[in-house]
């Protein structure tokens, strides 16, 4: 199934982080440390698959920080074409649709910390046939406060035999609440085989105002997919403004936006549209 996966995601190797955490011990809790897009999410999705079957119960509960990584991870899954249903919850979504959704249990099911409790609250799906946890980005859940949640969940899940737990950061120890014991620990924190492949690179605008250097970059960078980012809203619907008056084709997204209007724009972004 792994190979399978590997085809429909067009990859042809694994990265050294990849490859450590597919071989780990499979009874063992993991501890996986590695910078922000260096491929985290294989890491723990592949390794996942061989656990997964044909049961109709949540087997495998990925919390996040995050509605944004939620749906992420859930696109990855989704494009691996392994057959088994996942689903993603989280707050801004529609509960009726989540609870539809459980309906038929995902085998894997993708949530901030608040929604997942909520279901677990509201009986939405058992909690008893989840064997596996997975805490990504869990430095990042727990600079936002989600320690209270995600313990509250953790007490809950009474059957699970493997935890991992992702993470950007090293921490000086890993609370308590989260029931990881004696973890395999796969460092590659300062390693330089799975850096990100970036080009830091420096533009210089003669003008004070850089939008028409801006503008310059993008025809220049050509058809190929492209983030901007920028300071303020303001600054984000100004250059929009400039790309659509220049025939640009874009899409914008920030935190005034409504929930589905975002999810669109990621939507758009992810399938090149």
Known sequence: MIKKALENLNITALNAMQDASLNAPEESDMILLSPTGSGKTLGFLLPLLEHLDARSEVQALIIVPSRELA????????????????????????????MNNFSQPPAMLIGTPGRILYHIRKGSFETNSIHTLILDEFDKALEFGFQGDMALIIDRLTGLKKRILTSATRMDEIPAFTGVTDPVELDYLNKDSISPDLQLKVVISPAEDKLDTLFSLICK?????????????????????????????????????????REKALLKFRNGS
């Open 71 to 98: 749906l992420q991870i859930e696109q990855v899954f989704r494009s691996m074409g392994t057959g088994f249903k996942v689903n993603c919850c989280y707050g801004g979504h529609d509960t009726k649709i989540e």
């Open 221 to 261: 960078i050509g058809n190929k997919p492209t983030l901007v980012f920028c300071n303020h809203r303001d600054a984000v619907e100004r250059i929009s403004d400039l790309l659509y008056e220049r025939g640009i084709i874009h899409d914008i997204f920030h935190g005034g936006m409504e929930q589905d209007d």
